[in-house]
């Protein structure tokens, strides 16, 4: 069999019928994935969540390929679920481990709820050095903050913004798939939640966990015509968290000119841009500022102090060389967004999944170029591509319908006066004869 067929059609209808070798293959690969971030990463919060992840994958592997029953396939997803999300989490959150994210969605709720605004003042963000006191996320994820601004360290494992995180991924990605056609939804939501693609990022820091999950639900609502609101909502909520997910609003918009209309896109148009102007709009008017010099300058690079995203990936190797190799990665990542954007000028993608792998692409060039970048920007690309072959998979028929019978297609070509008689396919008149030719009885 070739590899392509292991991602197809029957294996991907749901988890259950997915072949038990194939399973346990990717708990196993999972685990091995947890066992280097748990040796070889010199984070605490990472060594944590991959001693415990590799751990439970590989028990969930052995229970996959071993146990021979119906309930082995739940019972390796509770494992995964409970090992890989559950327990790190629980345990990193009441200790208060955690990526300094997490501290700049805590102190953006604690500052929306004091101050009006989820953004530290340009005075103040000129005296200090420290690149968490920025926050670069829009208004809309200080949301998230909120709980714990409140309640403080009272309830630390519950009010945690990652515990959040989960819960909203967990609701709309869900949602998302049963929106798209996939089947066994439940089932496939937790193994997603559980895999290493959602687990690590979630249970280390989180904040891209959500806006994946409605860009997921923006396309489901775009793969059904005349639900272009439901989509501009999901696209315009993730838009709305943070500037990473506006390239998904180009790629929505080409896909639904070509498809749909100017009228659709016009409603599409409306509804994310409603949405943004109501989370964001408020700050524009009354702090405009603080917005700008933390949602702007300090992501390029512009407010003196540079930001603490610096995986070892092309854009930021070679910006770190010098100046000129900076100004040379910018210029590619420039270069790269304009090829991209005339793909959808000139190429436009004509159905939900030449949309979703165009966005892939154009995210995927982003994130390797970027001079400032983390390895967990993959959760978007990674995500997509899962939760669309899942989808693809489900709106598939296991087989081809079986034609008519013959009565059926005698009926079809009937006149509408005689459709509801019966007309037996032996003894069919044409011409006043029978189909061998001979006269009618009783003639």
Not at 79 to 86: D, E, H, M
Not at 104 to 115: A, D, E, F, T, W
Not at 361 to 385: D, E, H, K, Q, W
Not at 401 to 426: D, E, F, K, T
Request: with cysteine.
């Amino acid at each position: 069999m070739r590899w392509p067929d292991l991602l197809t059609a029957q294996r991907l209808l749901t988890v259950q019928r997915m072949p038990r070798g194939v399973l346990a293959g990717l708990l196993g690969a999972s685990a091995v994935f947890a066992g280097f971030v748990a040796l070889f990463s010199g984070y605490q919060p990472h060594q944590l969540w991959g001693a415990w992840a590799a751990c439970s994958y590989s028990l969930a592997a052995v229970v996959a390929l071993v146990w021979k029953s119906r309930t082995a396939v739940d019972v390796a997803l509770t494992v995964i679920a409970c090992g890989a999300i559950l327990v790190p989490l629980v345990w990193m959150a009441w200790h208060g481990e955690a990526q300094p994210e997490v501290a700049v969605v805590v102190r953006s709720g604690s500052l929306l709820i004091h101050h009006g605004t989820p953004y530290e003042s340009p005075s103040v963000l000129a005296n200090t050095t420290d690149p968490n006191a920025y926050n670069p996320y829009l208004p809309l994820m200080a949301l998230f903050g909120i709980p714990q601004a409140v309640f403080g360290g009272h309830a630390t494992a519950i009010t945690d913004p990652r515990v959040w995180f989960g819960v909203v991924f967990l609701i709309v990605f869900a949602f998302a798939l049963r929106i798209g056609g996939a089947r066994d939804y439940l089932r496939w939501t937790v193994l997603m939640t559980a895999s290493p693609i959602i687990a690590f990022e979630l249970d280390v820091g989180g904040t891209d966990v959500p806006m994946v999950a409605f860009m997921c639900l923006g396309f489901a609502f775009l793969w059904r015509p005349g639900r272009e609101l439901a989509a501009g909502f999901a696209l315009g909520v993730a838009s709305a968290m943070k500037a990473t997910c506006w390239p998904v609003l180009a790629v929505a918009v080409a896909l639904l000119i070509v498809r749909d209309g100017k009228r659709a896109t016009l409603r599409f148009c409306a509804m994310a841009l409603a949405v943004m102007v109501v989370s964001i709009g408020p700050f524009v008017l009354t702090k405009p500022s603080g917005l700008v010099k933390n949602t702007i300058s300090f992501p390029l690079g512009l407010a003196g102090v540079k930001s603490q995203a610096d995986s070892p990936l092309i854009g930021h190797a070679i910006a770190q060389t010098s100046q000129t190799g900076h100004d040379i990665v910018v210029g590619l990542l420039i270069a790269s967004g304009l090829a991209v954007a005339a793909s959808l000028v000139f190429w436009p993608p004509r159905d939900v999944p030449a949309a979703l792998w165009r966005l892939v692409i154009g995210l995927t060039l982003m994130f390797v170029l970027a001079p400032s970048t983390r390895f967990g920007y993959f959760i978007y690309p990674g995500t997509l591509v899962v939760w669309l072959e899942v989808c693809k998979a489900g709106r598939r028929p296991d087989a081809k319908p079986a034609p008519p019978p013959p009565v059926a297609l005698a009926r079809r070509g009937l006149p509408a006066s005689r459709r509801g008689r019966r007309i037996l396919p032996a003894t069919r008149r044409t011409s006043g004869r029978t189909r061998d030719g001979r006269p009618p009885a009783g003639r």
